[in-house]
């Protein structure tokens, strides 16, 4: 199996037919999506992708004469609306967690900030639409962010991260079994 990024959101995959004899399977079963085909096309996936950005892959398979078959991959955001949020939560161990989930669900938030007050974090960041529904947690509020509120937060609160807060967050280290958390006045 042959891999090759053909650009930044495209990939292409060559199988010969050895290797789907050997995986069992079929040109016309990859093609019609059957279930013993499936972990085949999430291998081949992963590994054109392998950032593991949760978005929807199109994958389009064509016979080749050798027997064998050419895969052309292609990643789709546009079904997956972003808007840009206010994330507001009252322990950093809250906001760090939060980051790691949006790393592991693939998003890349480059221009993400983290601003805060003495008793406050604010992430703001462009995440998907649907991240809105959570509305209030207990530990953290999630509302769209307007020109106005942008405009308030510029005002009473500092700039702790200017750039790329979700990818710094998310790679600090877990908390340890004792519980360590960092305080407000520490950042």
């Not at 004899?21 to 279930?35: D, H, K, S």
């Amino acid at each position: 199996m042959r891999i090759e990024r053909t650009g930044a959101a495209a990939a292409k995959a060559i199988i010969t037919g050895n290797e789907l004899r050997r995986a069992g399977l079929t040109v016309t079963e990859l093609q019609n999506g059957m279930p013993a085909a499936l972990p085949l096309i999430a291998e081949i996936a992963e590994k054109a992708f392998p950032e593991g950005e949760r978005v929807r892959i199109s994958v389009e398979i064509y016979p080749a004469k050798w027997g064998g078959c050419i895969f052309v991959m292609t990643r789709n955001r546009s079904d997956e609306r972003l808007c840009k949020m206010i994330i507001t939560a009252y322990s950093a161990d809250v906001i760090t967690e939060l980051c790691r989930k949006i790393a592991d669900m693939g998003l890349c938030c480059p221009e993400s900030v983290l601003v805060g007050g003495c008793d406050h974090l604010r992430l703001i960041a462009s995440l998907p639409e649907d991240m809105l529904l959570f509305g209030s947690l207990e530990e953290a509020s999630f509302f769209p962010a307007d020109e106005a509120s942008l405009a308030k937060l510029s005002e009473h609160d500092r700039i702790i991260i200017p750039k790329n807060a979700v990818a710094l967050l998310a790679k600090l280290s877990h908390r340890t079994s004792s519980g360590s958390h960092i305080a407000l006045e520490e950042i």
